[in-house]
């Protein structure tokens, strides 16, 4: 069914659609029947599938990624459709409109999508009260950022600020430094100005009678060196976790025409053609930590063998975004079943 369904979606703009589909959810679910059938049809509870994680009791271990609902405007909704935890964000201090559209690219032959939207958001403020008014108790992630126009070097104001606003609606937070769709942010990865912002988020979160877990979200293009940097960081800024990984900017892995590749311009790929490289850094980071530090594999997870590829690597929970588009909301339930067996 939902292939038919996507043949028809595929067939317009990409962000256009994202926000029809997201309406349609809404209206159905604030029909009781909808809501029912939501639920009776995507979630699915088994004591094998419960996960505690940074202190964190998951009823499942597939998240949706951040990206999807940056400002959290669909939490009830999402949650009807069998997710164990949504990541909101990535949020920013003041709103922004992001990158100019179009800025979101589908390559069905590749299943991948290359986006380029460049942290648009309605501001960490707004999300803030979605959250404080949401009526499911589903665990919830922040994913947060700095503005466009802040330079570098005034970057800790800005997740400071995100973090303080996010505090006590969120259950952890995500440091997102490696995007590659806002100038010069990935440079925040290089170990110096990485461990100095943890630290200073670090020492935020323990002056807080109950710190929150603080995880990072690390680019797939990082070198070997890099990774050895990113696991020093973690342990000296005591982190809960690392999210592996944000999209990439290497274009090797797609087989669409070189020529409509280069059209599609700047932008992060997602899906099945970072599946290898997000598991191959999963198992780096697993096997030099000795599976001491938590990670939340996302990257071309499509089905319930790619999310047991990610376990297998060392992985603790998995998200999906890109799998998500292209299989539909019945893909936490089939995953979910085939972790089961």
């Known amino acids: 069914m939902y292939n038919l369904v996507k043949k028809i979606l595929f ?26 059938y939501l639920e009776s049809n995507f979630c699915l509870k088994h004591p094998s599938l419960e996960r505690t994680v940074f202190g964190l009791n998951f009823k499942n271990p597939v998240g949706l990624a951040a990206g999807f609902d940056k400002d959290a405007r669909f939490i009830d ?11 909101i964000g990535t949020v920013t201090p003041k709103p922004q409109d992001g990158n100019d559209k179009p800025r979101l690219f589908r390559f069905p032959g590749d299943a991948a999508i290359i986006n380029r939207m460049g942290f648009n958001n309605q501001g960490v403020d707004a999300a803030a009260l979605r959250l404080k008014n949401r009526k499911t108790n589903i665990i919830i992630g922040g994913n947060i950022g700095k503005n466009k126009i802040t330079p570098n070097e005034d970057a800790i104001k800005d997740y400071e600020y995100c973090f303080k606003a996010l505090f006590d609606v969120v259950d952890y937070f995500v440091v997102n430094v490696s995007s590659p769709n806002t100038p010069n942010l990935r440079e925040l990865q290089e170990k110096k100005p990485l461990h100095d912002l943890l630290l200073h988020l670090q020492n935020l979160n323990l002056s807080y009678p109950k710190p929150k877990p603080l995880l990072l979200k690390i680019a797939p293009d990082l070198t070997d060196s890099q990774l050895d940097d990113v696991i020093d960081i973690a342990r000296l800024t005591h982190l809960s976790g690392i999210v592996a990984t944000n999209t990439t900017i290497d274009r090797e892995g797609l087989t669409a025409d070189k020529q409509v590749i280069e059209k599609t311009g700047a932008g992060g790929v997602s899906g099945k053609p970072l599946k290898e490289r997000s598991t191959e850094i999963i198992r780096y980071i697993s096997e030099k930590t000795k599976g001491s530090l938590p990670i939340i594999a ?44």
């Open 11 to 36: 067939q317009y703009d990409p962000e256009e659609v994202h926000y029809k589909v997201m309406s349609w959810l809404t209206r159905a679910y604030n029909t009781g029947l909808g809501k029912k």
């Open 298 to 341: 996302v990257g071309g997870i499509f089905n319930g063998d790619d999310a047991l590829e990610k376990i297998e690597a060392g992985a603790s929970l998995v998200q999906v975004y890109t799998g998500f588009i292209y299989e539909g909301p019945g893909i936490v339930k089939k995953i979910c079943k085939s972790l089961i067996k």
């Open 77 to 87: 909704e999402l949650a009807c459709l069998g997710f164990g935890f949504i990541e």
